[in-house]
């Protein structure tokens, strides 16, 4: 029989040396091509060495079988929630260009609830079952790998004496860039569940501070007082302010679409002539709600140095002896407290939790009407807040009420020539039966607006979009977007029965939603301190002046 030489090892301990780096190997490998998915540059060497701790922990042999169990299931757990953390960044990464603490997201994190959750969910259940397919596997294979960690056997022991400085050396080297990685707190706040944690209370910090709105509503309210906006009009007058939601003027026949969407804003446009302006090339500089609206309805001014909020509309309005209505067919805390609260009369319609809810706009045409009738005040504006075509799509027009879910159109061979997918087809579909839908709506608004009122009395009426959306314009994919141009191109339109409107060419003229109040202080024929003349798309002094959007905008001027 032939032996083995003295000082080799046994043929286990080898085998389990081997096994023991094949299982490192594995789990490291593994997680670093998530890491990579969801990171990029130095954090991708961050992530790694954060997530090492355990992975090195494999290599280390222990004797009792149910004490590796338990190391499996640890490290199972830890290389997961690193996993997980890379997957959720990289979907935000992907379909939203942004990190999971920047603004956009905390914000949308902050302002949703349960049911608005499985309800996006249900819209975007593909990237879904994408994303949980790849975690899954992940999942396999880091269990199939850890499985084989070190064991130790009567071998282990000699071969650990033998084992050469030089890797030594290297665990030693690993160990300490571990340590020095977890004492750095850039480094260590990192790792997933020091984030995660972080992001969970930033999510509750800002819920709060929308919660607690009240100190700040009083503050606008005595900002503007100290203002002392004048009203030019001793007569009656009313204004009404339609902001409506996730509305692409590609989408609108009103702006040259191929298919009918908007057949009742055109049937206006043929009767009121020079007394409505559609502005042809208006864009929106957010690509989500609340910052549209707080850059609306505070002109698209900066926070000072101070940290006092610049002027609020609605409080110059009520200043200026208006009374104020906000109408909205949306459940919204944070739009609420920020905004609604400051009018007189706050008539939320839609009281179902959820943006997403089935509460259908014409549901609010009944309490505008109620306004327009109100006799307690010459001076009025009625803010209007729509649901739009937020997705989704489906909810926002009533039951079998999609006259181009079966037609194939120019359109749909257009999205079939651009390669779009049928998912994204069919919800173009029935984006377009929600601006019918939607054009209604408007319409019916305008046509209360448009309906005799006092003798003499100014009346105005001015709509727009928070913002756009993508619904197979530019990319593949359907929901709101930051990163196309579809994001930003929203429909802007104006109409009043006494004052002219800007000439065709003039309307040609780019538009942008963070100066609206400049225009509405015209509709109200407000004075204050703070006009500027040269951001009001009414007044012949207006100069355009392109914004800072996070994407690449060929021309502002189609």
Same mark, same amino acid.
């Given at each position: 029989?032939?032996?083995?030489p003295s000082?080799?090892?046994?043929?286990r301990?080898?085998?389990?040396?081997?096994s023991a780096?094949?299982?490192?190997?594995g789990?490291g490998?593994?997680?670093?091509?998530?890491?990579?998915?969801?990171?990029?540059?130095?954090?991708i060497a961050?992530?790694?060495?954060?997530?090492?701790?355990?992975v090195l922990?494999?290599a280390?042999p222990?004797?009792s079988a149910?004490?590796?169990?338990v190391?499996?299931?640890?490290?199972?757990l830890?290389?997961?929630?690193?996993?997980?953390d890379?997957?959720?960044r990289?979907y935000?990464l992907d379909?939203y260009?942004?990190?999971p603490?920047?603004?956009?997201v905390?914000?949308?994190?902050a302002?949703?609830?349960?049911?608005?959750?499985?309800?996006?969910?249900?819209?975007?259940?593909?990237?879904?079952v994408?994303w949980?397919g790849?975690?899954?596997v992940a999942?396999v294979l880091?269990g199939?790998?850890?499985?084989?960690g070190?064991a130790?056997?009567?071998g282990t022991?000699?071969v650990?004496?033998?084992?050469?400085?030089?890797v030594?050396?290297?665990?030693?080297?690993l160990?300490l860039?571990?340590c020095?990685?977890y004492?750095?707190?850039?480094w260590?706040?990192?790792h997933? *569940?020091?984030?995660?944690a972080?992001w969970?209370?930033?999510?509750?910090?800002l819920?709060? $501070?929308?919660?607690d709105?009240e100190?700040?509503?009083?503050?606008?309210?005595?900002?503007a007082?100290?203002?002392?906006?004048?009203a030019?009009?001793?007569?009656?007058?009313?204004?009404?302010l339609?902001?409506?939601?996730s509305?692409?003027?590609?989408?609108m *026949?009103?702006?040259g679409y191929?298919?009918?969407?908007?057949?009742r804003?055109?049937?206006h446009? *043929?009767?009121a002539? #020079?007394?409505?302006?559609?502005l042809?090339n208006?864009?929106?500089?957010?690509a989500?709600t609340?910052?549209?609206?707080r850059?609306?309805?505070?002109f698209g001014l900066?926070?000072?140095?101070?940290?006092e909020?610049?002027p609020?509309?609605?409080?110059?309005?009520? $200043?200026?002896g208006y009374?104020?209505?906000?109408?909205?067919n949306?459940?919204d805390? $944070?739009?609420?407290?920020?905004h *609604?609260?400051l009018a007189?009369?706050?008539?939320?319609?839609?009281r179902?939790?959820?943006?997403?809810?089935?509460?259908l706009?014409?549901?609010i045409?009944?309490?505008?009407? #109620?306004a327009?009738?109100?006799t307690?005040?010459?001076r009025?504006l009625?803010?209007?807040?729509?649901?739009g075509?937020?997705?989704h799509y489906?909810?926002?027009f009533p039951?079998?009420?999609?006259?181009?879910?079966?037609?194939?159109?120019?359109? #749909?061979n257009g999205l079939v020539?651009?390669?779009?997918?049928?998912w994204?087809?069919?919800?173009?579909?029935?984006y377009?039966?929600?601006?019918?839908?939607?054009d209604?709506?408007?319409?019916e608004?305008?046509?209360?607006?448009r309906?005799?009122?006092k003798?003499?009395?100014?009346?105005?009426w001015?709509?727009?979009?928070d913002h756009?959306?993508e619904?197979g314009?530019?990319?593949?994919?359907?929901?709101?977007?930051?990163?196309?141009?579809?994001?930003y191109?929203?429909?802007?339109?104006?109409?009043?029965?006494r004052?002219?409107?800007?000439?065709a060419?003039?309307?040609?003229?780019?538009?942008?939603?963070?100066?609206t109040g400049?225009?509405?202080?015209?509709?109200?024929r407000?004075r204050w301190?703070g006009q500027?003349?040269e951001?009001?798309?009414?007044?012949d002094?207006?100069?355009?002046q392109a914004p800072?959007?996070?994407? $690449?905008?060929?021309?502002?001027?189609?």
């Amino acid at each position: 029989m032939t032996s083995l030489p003295s000082d080799a090892p046994a043929p286990r301990t080898a085998a389990s040396r081997k096994s023991a780096l094949f299982a490192c190997g594995g789990v490291g490998a593994t997680l670093l091509a998530l890491i990579a998915l969801g990171h990029d540059g130095h954090r991708i060497a961050q992530l790694a060495v954060l997530a090492a701790p355990m992975v090195l922990w494999l290599a280390w042999p222990i004797r009792s079988a149910r004490m590796r169990s338990v190391r499996t299931v640890l490290v199972w757990l830890w290389a997961m929630g690193f996993a997980l953390d890379a997957a959720v960044r990289a979907y935000l990464l992907d379909t939203y260009q942004a990190a999971p603490d920047g603004a956009m997201v905390l914000g949308a994190a902050a302002n949703t609830n349960a049911r608005e959750s499985s309800e996006y969910l249900w819209m975007h259940w593909r990237s879904a079952v994408i994303w949980s397919g790849a975690l899954a596997v992940a999942g396999v294979l880091v269990g199939m790998f850890a499985r084989r960690g070190a064991a130790f056997d009567a071998g282990t022991s000699s071969v650990r004496a033998r084992s050469s400085l030089r890797v030594r050396s290297l665990v030693l080297a690993l160990l300490l860039i571990v340590c020095v990685a977890y004492a750095s707190k850039p480094w260590r706040r990192l790792h997933p *569940a020091i984030f995660w944690a972080g992001w969970s209370q930033s999510v509750h910090t800002l819920r709060g $501070a929308w919660a607690d709105q009240e100190k700040v509503r009083d503050r606008l309210m005595a900002q503007a007082k100290a203002i002392g906006p004048v009203a030019l009009q001793a007569g009656p007058s009313t204004v009404v302010l339609v902001i409506t939601d996730s509305i692409n003027r590609d989408n609108m *026949a009103l702006y040259g679409y191929g298919r009918p969407t908007t057949p009742r804003l055109l049937a206006h446009k *043929a009767q009121a002539g #020079e007394q409505m302006a559609v502005l042809k090339n208006a864009w929106s500089v957010d690509a989500s709600t609340l910052p549209a609206l707080r850059n609306m309805f505070h002109f698209g001014l900066p926070h000072p140095e101070n940290g006092e909020n610049p002027p609020h509309l609605l409080a110059l309005a009520r $200043a200026a002896g208006y009374k104020v209505w906000w109408i909205s067919n949306h459940d919204d805390l $944070a739009i609420e407290q920020q905004h *609604a609260r400051l009018a007189d009369v706050v008539d939320m319609v839609n009281r179902t939790p959820g943006r997403a809810s089935a509460s259908l706009d014409g549901e609010i045409l009944d309490c505008v009407q #109620e306004a327009f009738a109100d006799t307690s005040s010459d001076r009025k504006l009625i803010v209007v807040h729509l649901m739009g075509a937020h997705p989704h799509y489906s909810l926002r027009f009533p039951e079998n009420a999609n006259p181009f879910d079966d037609d194939v159109d120019a359109v #749909e061979n257009g999205l079939v020539k651009d390669g779009r997918s049928a998912w994204v087809r069919r919800f173009r579909q029935e984006y377009d039966a929600a601006l019918l839908y939607h054009d209604f709506v408007v319409s019916e608004l305008l046509q209360q607006t448009r309906s005799a009122g006092k003798p003499g009395e100014d009346r105005a009426w001015m709509y727009l979009s928070d913002h756009g959306q993508e619904v197979g314009h530019g990319s593949d994919r359907a929901g709101h977007s930051p990163s196309t141009a579809s994001g930003y191109r929203i429909p802007t339109v104006i109409w009043r029965n006494r004052e002219p409107l800007p000439s065709a060419a003039a309307q040609q003229q780019p538009f942008r939603a963070d100066w609206t109040g400049w225009a509405l202080m015209d509709l109200l024929r407000i004075r204050w301190s703070g006009q500027m003349p040269e951001r009001n798309v009414l007044s012949d002094t207006y100069r355009w002046q392109a914004p800072t959007i996070p994407v $690449a905008v060929e021309s502002f001027s189609r």
